[in-house]
């Protein structure tokens, strides 16, 4: 595997306009001019993955290092429906920095099918051959260019995700 995803369209770019959705459920329209500044992560996850409840821990921890705003943490859900999804980002969000893409939206799909991170459930729906179960973390240090290309998984140390995320 390479070491780096490149996409077509810058991830802001690709944002510009859309809404997503922060802890508790507001829903805001991102402010695209900030994404850029500072390190941009997403993370393919899903609520029911036991992965991914092994994994958001140590995101968790890695974060409680960073000051807030010093990275925008975008989670790209697999969940089965907007309900189960509004609840995993209410209940499991420790920090109003991070925020989801609905599910409906169809950048979900698009970001999934770019980086083959997804569920193995959703196999079908996306099209494309799975590079990476989830979780997934990749980031991105450029303004959204350019991505890393191993993602960070549930057998990283905090230590690499923070690293990941530094500035």
Request: proline letters at 7%; one cysteine or more.
């Amino acid at each position: 595997m390479d070491d780096s995803n490149t996409l077509a369209t810058p991830l802001p770019a690709m944002l510009s306009g859309k809404t997503i959705l922060k802890k508790m459920g507001n829903s805001i329209t991102i402010p695209t001019h900030q994404l850029g500044a500072r390190p941009i992560a997403l993370l393919f996850c899903m609520s029911e993955c036991p992965d991914c409840q092994a994994f958001q821990p140590k995101l968790e921890a890695a974060t409680e290092n960073l000051p807030v705003g010093s990275a925008d943490i975008i989670v790209v859900s697999s969940e089965k429906d907007a309900k189960t999804q509004f609840e995993h980002v209410s209940n499991n969000f420790k920090r109003d920095d991070w925020s989801t893409i609905p599910l409906d939206d169809e950048l979900t799909i698009e970001l999934k099918r770019n980086f083959g991170a997804f569920a193995g459930s959703e196999a079908e729906a996306v099209g494309v051959k799975r590079r990476a179960g989830i979780p997934a973390l990749y980031t991105s240090h450029d303004g959204g260019k350019t991505w890393s290309g191993t993602p960070l998984n549930e057998n990283a140390s905090v230590e690499d995700i923070t690293k990941a995320l530094a500035p």
